[in-house]
């Protein structure tokens, strides 16, 4: 299973979120920075504790020679501790993206038998997008922020990855959004009106613990408990099985009928063109945490 994650100009957080995702996967789940500007966890959630000699390019090296499943276990680095979901650094440097067999990436990640892969595919716009990444994916979740500016961004984004996707053969089907702290000031039903994507979940404003993922600031006592944390686990949770049910749709193997999503508190916008279930999205925060910061959340 393969996951891809961007973020629109203006958005908060694709590696943060992508680890902490990562973190709180119920199935072996590694991480793979596919950020086409190069990758920065080594120097984030690693604090450069190991030297770059495991990264994206020597793992299509490899995978010529062992295959794709294999490679992908030699090249894993876990610097941050036990808290951190093992993975694969990113390009060394920008101008690498344009070498990059990017089909063959992706291709081989869908078919890694011991584990489900999230990718972090970094922000839409500022580089040559890794297309095959995002259509090889299951999911494509695009985080948008819930400020005007953010919002506007990813709005004019939204159609062209649609198109993108559409002219290099794919479908769009799979496009969802999640929304970094929202309530500033606009909330989860207007993003996804606005998007024209369902919003299947939400993340809270919460530093602390942002910058063990970002900067390999030390975790603490509370950690697991922290906000972004338990959100997270929330967002893993609907991930996988949003996923699944679209693998199992896309390969035939259950019936064509889509199968039913656990009723929640409310919808968040819908799948365009209805072909698979409509995603479901709690229209209260998970856990009891409040909507933002200006009421009180974290």
Avoid at 56 to 62: G, K, P, R
Avoid at 199 to 217: K, N, Y
Avoid at 222 to 242: C, D, E, I, N, V
């Amino acid at each position: 299973m393969l996951i891809s994650l961007i973020s629109a100009k203006g958005s908060p957080g694709v590696t943060t979120t992508t680890l902490a995702v990562a973190s709180r996967w119920s199935r072996p789940a590694v991480v793979v920075d596919a950020d086409p500007l190069s990758g920065d966890m080594l120097a984030g959630v690693g604090a450069g504790r190991i030297p770059a000699a495991a990264n994206l390019m020597e793992l299509m090296v490899a995978a010529r020679t062992v295959g794709m499943a294999d490679a992908l276990a030699d090249q894993l680095v876990r610097p941050g501790g036990e808290h951190c979901p093992p993975f694969v650094p990113g390009l060394g440097a920008p101008g690498q993206a344009a070498g990059l067999a990017w089909e063959k990436l992706a291709a081989g990640l869908t078919s890694v038998p011991w584990a489900d892969v999230l990718a972090d595919c970094g922000r839409y716009g500022t580089a040559p997008t890794p297309l095959p990444m995002l259509m090889h994916s299951e999911l494509v979740v695009l985080l948008v922020g819930s400020c005007l500016r953010s919002v506007r961004a990813a709005q004019r984004s939204v159609p062209v990855i649609r198109a993108e996707l559409t002219r290099a053969g794919g479908v769009a089907d799979h496009l969802v959004a999640v929304v970094v702290d929202p309530g500033q000031p606009y909330g989860q039903s207007e993003i996804a009106e606005a998007l024209e994507l369902p919003v299947i979940a939400w993340l809270p404003h919460d530093p602390p613990t942002a910058a063990v993922w970002s900067d390999g600031a030390d975790p603490g006592r509370g950690f697991a408990r922290s906000p972004l944390q338990r959100a997270a686990a929330h967002l893993a949770a609907q991930l996988m099985s949003l996923a699944t049910q679209r693998q199992a749709w896309l390969d035939g193997s259950r019936s064509r009928t889509p199968p039913d999503v656990p009723a929640q508190a409310g919808l968040v916008g819908l799948v365009p063109g209805g072909e698979w279930p409509v995603i479901p999205a709690p229209t209260t925060p998970a856990n009891g945490m409040r909507r933002s910061r200006s009421e009180g959340g974290s």
